[in-house]
């Protein structure tokens, strides 16, 4: 079993739409819970940093944490067609780090 | 300013061949990774150095060798090159070991004929 699955799409959304990532995973120690945006031939660039359980937003984008689920989310709204990329989850126990596959997203204007 | 570099950006080379990778970062970050991305997008951590340091050292083959001449440079040599070793090759740099943010570089191309 992998340490982290992620569902790898593609996922094609009209303009403005809201879209919905997630991750599962089965390691109880990850503590730190990341959302990586990809764009085509580039470097994965960080989204949003999480410890431990909760929800965070920024801007657009908000990230939820369920730990008793071990489950993962990347919530986006008004979503625009600059926003397609391949989002990949990333988690840490602080001294291991995975990364879920990525999920291919197309936002259509 | 790029903030953490890779050369070269496309690298084409036969089997058995030797092939080095670098990597530098101006951002004064303590903490270098280097991870392989296959083509189904799987991201997976090979090495990480914190102050020229081995801290982490994934299960890849003995072929893969990483270097750190120092805290700004992490470079990766690859022995006697396989098919299955093609792949994109990012760098990344931290300030400190751990989940703190990571900054990636533009990636390598590595195609092995």
């Known amino acids: 079993q992998k340490e982290v699955e992620q569902d790898p799409g593609p996922l094609s959304v009209p303009e403005g739409a809201i879209v919905s990532l997630n991750c599962t995973y089965s390691?109880?120690?990850?503590?730190?819970f990341m959302w990586y945006r990809q764009y085509s031939r580039k470097g994965p660039e960080l989204l949003m940093y999480?410890?431990?359980?909760g929800n965070k937003e920024d801007g657009r984008f908000t990230a939820q944490v369920d730990k008793s689920s071990k489950y993962i989310s990347l919530f986006i709204r008004d979503s625009q067609p600059s926003d397609s990329a391949t989002y990949l989850c990333?988690?840490?126990?602080?001294?291991?780090?995975?990364f879920g596959t990525g999920t291919s997203l197309t936002v259509i204007p | 300013d790029t903030a953490v570099s890779q050369t070269p950006k496309y690298l084409v080379t036969q089997m058995g061949n030797d092939k080095s990778i670098k990597c530098e970062q101006n951002l004064g970050h303590d903490t270098m990774y280097w991870y392989k991305q296959d083509s189904k997008k799987f991201l997976k951590i090979m090495f990480s150095?914190?102050?020229?340091?081995?801290?982490i050292n994934e299960t890849v083959p003995n072929r893969f060798s990483p270097k750190s001449p120092d805290k700004a440079h992490l470079n990766l040599h690859i022995n006697s090159l396989e098919l299955g070793d093609s792949a994109v090759y990012f760098c990344a740099s931290s300030q400190d070991f751990g989940p703190d943010t990571q900054y990636f570089g533009p990636g390598t191309r590595l195609t092995v004929l």
């Open positions: 150095y914190n102050n020229k340091e081995l801290i």
């Open positions: 390691n109880s120690a990850f503590q730190y």
């Open positions: 990333a988690m840490s126990t602080g001294n291991q780090f995975y």
């Open positions: 999480t410890y431990s359980s």
